[in-house]
Nanobody
Framework: QVHLEESGGGSVQDGGSLRLSCKATRMTFCMAWFRQDPGQERDLVAYIYTKSGGTYYPDSVKGRFTASVDNAKSTLYLQMDSLRPEDAAEYFC??????????????????WGQGAPVTVSS
């Protein structure tokens, strides 16, 4: 079992920055950040292989968001820069503990944090 706890959500203005943190009871080989609007499905914004540091970002956030890990602290981060109103959502960290590759699909992640709200005002 892996317990994940996010922190760092909040409200910023258009163009601002936020850093989310996700403290894990243990790190898994792949960890990710998803976001979700009310009534919508969760969308991947980043995944990271925790040993190699390899990452993936969809085009919607590429160049603005950066995922990183500190394995010594068992913590996953998401640095979000140049935030836009459309980035506002509930952000969730997730951990995948089976299989050999990260996934774009939220159904492939076994453990989830409770969520952190991000609002961006124009």
């Amino acid at each position: 079992q892996v317990h994940l706890e996010e922190s760092g959500g909040g409200s910023v203005q258009d163009g601002g920055s936020l850093r989310l943190s996700c403290k894990a009871t243990r790190m898994t080989f792949c960890m990710a950040w998803f976001r979700q609007d009310p009534g919508q499905e969760r969308d991947l914004v980043a995944y990271i292989y925790t040993k190699s540091g390899g990452t993936y970002y969809p085009d919607s956030v590429k160049g603005r968001f950066t995922a990183s890990v500190d394995n010594a602290k068992s913590t996953l981060y998401l640095q979000m820069d140049s935030l836009r109103p459309e980035d506002a959502a509930e952000y969730f960290c997730a951990a995948r503990d089976i299989g050999g590759a990260c996934s774009l699909s939220p159904s492939q992640y076994q453990f989830w944090g409770q969520g952190a709200p991000v609002t961006v005002s124009s």
